[in-house]
Structures are given as structure tokens and as C-alpha cells.
């Protein structure tokens, strides 16, 4: 049963990153952190690093390079650093830290500031979406935050490469660590087929769903199950 809502949670998490841009790690993570926190951050890092190619391939026309190779300088230390904090730190902490990071993300979401996306800021974002990603598999916030000023499509492409190439180095790092077993490459293999199907959807609720109520469900639930997540590390319930 735990395996059969696992599967449909990552496929509408799946649709909702396909039509909206966000949903694969903000929606998902908190939820699997209280039934199985054993498969993170793994687990939604190798799902995320196949959608973000699929994404890639489908807006590659729409690529800010200059962010891309900026944010990626920043990404390597901050993937470090959230190696460490994985390998160091007790499971209640990341906890903590994932639940934290889900809250800023819907914080971007909603603010309608941007910093620009400069060199220095693109790598603030990169070292500090290497870390959130490395130790969440929620990297995405920051770079989002820099990005508000371009085009859906140029987010989408933009943000697809570096997460590949940052997913990419965290899972090296991470398996360096011993911190990603061959648990979390089976776990990622089982689940695919419902990520797959929810990319693929997403095209169809593009066309006739209302993005807006998909956001705010997404939001609604990402939030709950964030308080859930840092009551239960808290030891409340």
C-alpha cells in the first residue's frame, strides 16, 4: 500500500513540476520524508535528474548559458557542504532543513521580487541551491528566485540544465559518500514509470486545467506537509 501511494504521489508531483514548474521535490519530499525518509534525498534526485533531461530536451531552444555556468561554479561548493551535512547530521535535522526549504520555495512562488540574475547572485543561488539540493533534493528555490524576470520557457530551459549538471554532482558526491545506496537506484527505477506518465500528462493539463488552482493545491499540500515534516522531527507527534 505504502509503494501504490508513493507511485501516485511522484506521478501528481510529476504532472504539477511539468505544468507549472515546481512539484517533483517540493510536493513529494516532505510527504515521503514522514512515510519514508530512508529514500532521501537519493530518490528524488535520480527522478529529478531524468525529468530535468526530458525537460531539457523539450526547451533546449531556451537556455540562459551565462546563468547556467555561474550558477553551476556555485553549485560545486554548496554540493560539498550538503554532502557533509547529509553524511554528519542526524535524520531529525535534514528533516528540519527540507522542511525549511519547501517553505522558501513557496515564499519565492508567491513574491513578485527578483534579485536579477547577475553573476555574483546566479552563483549565491548556484552554492546555495547546490546545498539545499544536495541535502533535499530541493535546490530549485533560489535559482527560481533569480530567474523571475525571464519567460516561462527560458525558466523551464534554464532551470532544466542546471539540474541536470547539479543533480548529476550531488548524486556523485553523495555516492562518494557512501550517503546513495543501490536502495535509492532501485527505489528511483520502480517509480520512474509513474514520474514518466505524470511528465506526459502535464502536457494535457497545460491545455485545459487552470494552472492557478494547480498552484495553489500544489502550495496548500507542499505546506502541510512541511509543518507535518518539522513536528514529527520535533518529536510532537
Known sequence: M???????LLFVAA????????????????????????????????????????????????????????????????SVLGTW????????????????????GTLVSLVGWSPGHGRKNSFIAGASGGFLGTTTAIGGPPLALIMRSMSPERVRGTLSVCFVIGSAISIALLTGAGALESMHLRAALLYAPAVI??????????????????????VTISLIGSVMVITQAAGIF
Open 2 to 8: 505504502e509503494t501504490i501511494f508513493i507511485g501516485v
Open 15 to 78: 504532472c504539477a513540476q511539468g505544468a507549472i514548474g515546481f512539484g517533483l521535490g517540493m510536493l513529494a519530499a516532505p510527504i515521503i520524508a514522514l512515510m519514508r525518509p530512508d529514500l532521501l534525498p537519493g530518490l528524488i534526485l535520480l527522478l529529478a535528474f531524468g525529468f530535468s533531461l526530458a525537460t531539457w530536451a523539450r526547451d533546449r531552444g531556451a537556455v540562459e548559458w551565462p546563468v547556467v555556468g555561474w550558477s553551476l561554479l556555485g553549485r560545486v561548493p554548496g
Open 197 to 218: 506518465a505524470g511528465f506526459f500528462l502535464s502536457s494535457v493539463v497545460n491545455r485545459h486545467l487552470n494552472r492557478r488552482l494547480i498552484f495553489l493545491g500544489s
Open 85 to 104: 551535512a547529509v553524511v554528519a547530521m542526524p535524520v531529525a535535522g535534514l528533516k528540519i532543513i527540507l522542511a525549511a526549504a519547501v517553505i522558501l
